[in-house]
């Protein structure tokens, strides 16, 4: 699924017009249809507008910024803070089993909480 197709999908599972949407997310309503519609000279909004777009339609923003192919800047920070560390570590969880995945989001929902 493409970014375009994800951000169609939400947009119609929430019941929210193209155009109101849009207007909800300060995007050009022909600029959001380009979008949805995957028409090949159109980038991807900038972080602040998908963010916008993240929180109209209630999704995760770090899922609406990978699939266009971005990241936060403030994970773009972490990364550059160790780059190659960061980028070991994703690499090794490319292929790593699903109990694994589950392990690494386990310890970072307790260090969120502060519970580590």
């Known amino acids: 699924m493409t970014f375009g197709d994800h951000v169609r999908a939400l947009r119609i599972a ?7 949407l849009s207007r909800r ?9 380009k979008i949805e519609r995957g028409a090949y000279d159109t980038k991807p909004p900038g972080e602040q ?19 266009a192919g971005k990241m936060s800047a403030d994970l ?8 190659q560390a960061f980028a070991s570590l994703l690499r090794q969880l490319k292929g790593a089993p699903e109990r694994t995945i589950k ?3 386990h310890v970072a929902r307790e260090v969120k909480d502060g519970e580590w």
């Open 14 to 20: 929430k019941g929210i017009s193209l155009r109101e």
């Open 25 to 33: 997310a300060g995007i050009e309503s022909s600029y959001l249809s």
């Open 49 to 67: 507008r998908i963010l916008d777009l993240a929180r109209e339609l209630e999704e995760d923003p770090d899922v609406l910024l990978a699939m």
């Open 76 to 83: 773009h920070a972490i990364v550059l803070s160790n780059p």
């Open 103 to 105: 392990h690494v989001e």
